[in-house]
C-alpha cells in the first residue's frame, strides 16, 4: 500500500475522531501548523522520517513540538510515532486538511501572478472561480516574474492560463504553422 494512501487512511480516522470530540477547527489548526513546521524545518522531517532514531525519542520530540496543540492532534501523533509511523505524519496532516476541505465544500485554487495582487484582483479572481465551483474558496498566491504579466489559476484539475508568456508562445507556435507558400 502506497504511503499516500496509508496517510490518508490516517488523516479519515483523525477526522472522525475530532468529529466526535467537536475539534475540527482546532484540529484542522494544528494540521495546517504541522504542514508549515515541515516546509520550515527540513530537520524535524527528517528525524521523523528516519529508522535510526527510535519510536519512543519520536514520540518525545512530537510531544514537546505540539506541547501547546489541541490534546486530540498531540495524542494522534504521539500514537502514530510511537507506531513507527512518524515519517507520514506531514502527508496525514495534507490528507487531513484536504478532506476537511472535501467535506466544507471548499476547493483549493492556486494563482500565480507577476506581482503581488490587490484586493480588487483577488476579488476578480474570486468571482472566477465562482463562476467554476459553487462552494467556498481556498486561494494560495504565488508571484512569479517570469510570467511577464497575467496570470496562471488552478481550480482542482482546471487551469486556466492568461499569462502573457503564454499568450506570446502561442502567436510564435500560429506564425510559425502558417501554411503560406509564396507563389514564385
Known amino acids: 500500500m502506497s504511503a499516500t494512501?496509508?496517510?490518508?487512511?490516517?488523516?479519515?480516522?483523525?477526522?472522525?475522531?475530532?468529529?466526535?470530540?467537536?475539534?475540527?477547527?482546532?484540529?484542522?489548526?494544528?494540521?495546517?501548523?504541522?504542514?508549515?513546521?515541515?516546509?520550515?524545518?527540513?530537520?524535524?522531517?527528517?528525524?521523523?522520517?528516519?529508522?535510526?532514531?527510535?519510536?519512543?525519542?519520536?514520540?518525545?520530540?512530537?510531544?514537546?513540538?505540539?506541547?501547546?496543540?489541541n490534546e486530540l492532534t498531540v495524542s494522534f501523533l504521539a500514537l502514530l510515532a510511537k507506531k513507527g509511523r512518524a515519517g507520514l505524519i506531514a502527508d496525514m496532516a495534507e490528507a487531513f486538511v484536504s478532506l476537511v476541505r472535501e467535506e466544507r465544500g471548499v476547493v483549493l485554487a492556486e494563482v500565480v501572478t507577476a506581482v503581488p495582487l490587490d484586493d480588487s484582483r483577488r476579488a476578480e479572481i474570486n468571482a472566477l472561480i465562482g463562476k467554476v465551483h459553487e462552494g467556498g474558496v481556498e486561494l494560495s498566491e504565488t508571484v512569479d516574474p517570469h510570467l511577464i504579466g497575467g496570470f496562471k489559476l488552478r481550480v482542482g484539475d482546471r487551469?486556466?492560463?492568461?499569462?502573457?508568456?503564454?499568450?506570446?508562445?502561442?502567436?510564435?507556435?500560429?506564425?510559425?504553422?502558417?501554411?503560406y507558400e509564396p507563389a514564385y
Open 5 to 69: 494512501t496509508v496517510a490518508r487512511r490516517y488523516g479519515k480516522s483523525l477526522l472522525s475522531l475530532s468529529k466526535d470530540q467537536n475539534a475540527v477547527d482546532a484540529v484542522e489548526q494544528d494540521m495546517r501548523a504541522m504542514i508549515q513546521a515541515a516546509k520550515e524545518n527540513r530537520e524535524l522531517s527528517v528525524i521523523l522520517a528516519s529508522p535510526v532514531v527510535r519510536p519512543e525519542k519520536k514520540e518525545a520530540i512530537v510531544r514537546s513540538v505540539f506541547a501547546g496543540a
Open 159 to 179: 487551469m486556466i492560463d492568461a499569462s502573457v508568456f503564454q499568450s506570446l508562445r502561442t502567436m510564435h507556435r500560429n506564425l510559425t504553422n502558417n501554411p
